[in-house]
Structures are given as structure tokens and as C-alpha cells.
Antibody, heavy 118, light 106 residues
Framework: QVQLVQSGAEVKKPGASVKVSCKAS????????INWVRQATGQGLEWMGW????????GYAQKFQGRVTMTRNTSISTAYMELSSLRSEDTAVYYC???????????WGQGTLVTVSS | DIQMTQSPSTLSASVGDRVTITCRAS??????LAWYQQKPGKAPKLLIY???SLESGVPSRFSGSGSGTEFTLTISSLQPDDFATYYC????????FGQGTKVEIK
């Protein structure tokens, strides 16, 4: 069965960077794009960007341009999202999601809480 | 960027009620719209894709309709497990979510 398993919760200081991983199993990792979405406490879902695991091509929401980097390691079927210059407003749960053949999200990771606090 | 606007933000209803949530796109997205259900502390779950196609395993009391800029999610008879927050998502041009509709117990 398809699974996306994310890394554990992180606590970071303002100005630091965080790197969240998303390990895929149950399907061919390079056949489906991975997107990243975040959700601040009590707030809605915010799209951050996409990555094609086959080519490594990426696209980022304008809000995160210059601060976010999405990468992958195909040998271990894992996608990564790194966010730099963290500020308190970046405190949120970060999700990876698989983009199905129809371009909607058919599978999600369990989420990773990133807390930014001095 | 395509903006998605859901209404209402909160909806109070009772078990057995028929519930309708509306989602409007700032420009035409054809039928490239999905609906997700999210419960506290959990990842969203896909309910409907391509505006009206029911995801496998999702109860038939959920249905979606619309095209262009106006879409609806209907729950024909609200069940206890349906109290949750619902999000629409356009995938015509990148991806954008509505702000969510919380369905709570009346």
C-alpha cells in the first residue's frame, strides 16, 4: 500500500533552517510528483511547491521563493523540503502529498510539526 | 494566481441533515477541483476529484457538482463521523485551497 512517512517534529530558532523528509513506499517513487503543503495551527492549507522526483524539477509558490528548496534522493525514495531564514510565522505542520495521475493529491504524509521559537 | 473562496466558514448541523458547502474560483478552472476532509491532528483525506468523481471507499452520501467557477460539496445525510473541516482545492493551475469549512454539531 502507498505510504508517505515524514520525519519527526522539529524545534528551531528564528533565522535557522529546517529540513523535513518524506519517505515513499508502495509505489514507484519517480512516477509521481510530490507537493508540500503547510498548515499553521487553526489555519487552512497553504501550497508551498512541487517537485518531480524523476527529473528533480521544482516549482515554488511565490511566497516561498528564495527560502524553500525541494530535493530528493531516488535511491531511498525520499523527498525533502528545506525552509531557511525561519521566523515565528513559519510555525506549522508541514505535509508532503503525492500528486496522483489526475493532478489532485491522492496520498498524504502524516505531517511534521515545525516550531520556530527563541 | 487562482483564488478559492469557500462558504460558509462554519456550519452547524445535526445528524441526518443535508449539508451543502460552496466553493468559488476567481477564474474558470473547468472541472479541476477536489474536495478533502480533515479531522483534528490528521492529514486531509481525498473525497471528490474532478468536481464530481467520488474517490474509492468514500461513502456515497458525499457528492460534488459544478464546473467553471462555482462548485458544491453535498453530504446527503450527515453522520457523526462527518463532523470535520472540508477544503476545496483547484488544480487547474498549480494548486490552491479554499480557506476551509468547519462542520460542527448543532
Amino acid at each position: 500500500q502507498v505510504q508517505l512517512v515524514q520525519s519527526g517534529a522539529e524545534v528551531k530558532k528564528p533565522g535557522a533552517s529546517v529540513k523535513v523528509s518524506c519517505k515513499a513506499s508502495g509505489y514507484t517513487f519517480t512516477s509521481y510528483d510530490i507537493n508540500w503543503v503547510r498548515q499553521a495551527t487553526g489555519q487552512g492549507l497553504e501550497w508551498m511547491g512541487w517537485m518531480n522526483p524523476n527529473s528533480g524539477n521544482t516549482g515554488y509558490a511565490q511566497k516561498f521563493q528564495g527560502r524553500v528548496t525541494m530535493t530528493r534522493n531516488t535511491s531511498i525514495s525520499t523527498a525533502y523540503m528545506e525552509l531557511s531564514s525561519l521566523r515565528s510565522e513559519d510555525t506549522a505542520v508541514y505535509y508532503c502529498a503525492r500528486v496522483g495521475s489526475g493532478s489532485y493529491y491522492d496520498y498524504w504524509g502524516q505531517g511534521t510539526l515545525v516550531t520556530v521559537s527563541s | 494566481d487562482i483564488q478559492m473562496t469557500q462558504s460558509p466558514s462554519t456550519l452547524s448541523a445535526s445528524v441526518g441533515d443535508r449539508v451543502t458547502i460552496t466553493c468559488r474560483a476567481s477564474q474558470s478552472i473547468s472541472s479541476w477541483l477536489a474536495w478533502y476532509q480533515q479531522k483534528p491532528g490528521k492529514a486531509p483525506k481525498l473525497l471528490i476529484y474532478k468536481a464530481s468523481s467520488l474517490e474509492s471507499g468514500v461513502p456515497s452520501r458525499f457528492s460534488g457538482s459544478g464546473s467553471g467557477t462555482e462548485f458544491t460539496l453535498t453530504i446527503s445525510s450527515l453522520q457523526p463521523d462527518d463532523f470535520a473541516t472540508y477544503y476545496c482545492q483547484q488544480y487547474n493551475s498549480f494548486w490552491t485551497f479554499g480557506q476551509g469549512t468547519k462542520v460542527e454539531i448543532k
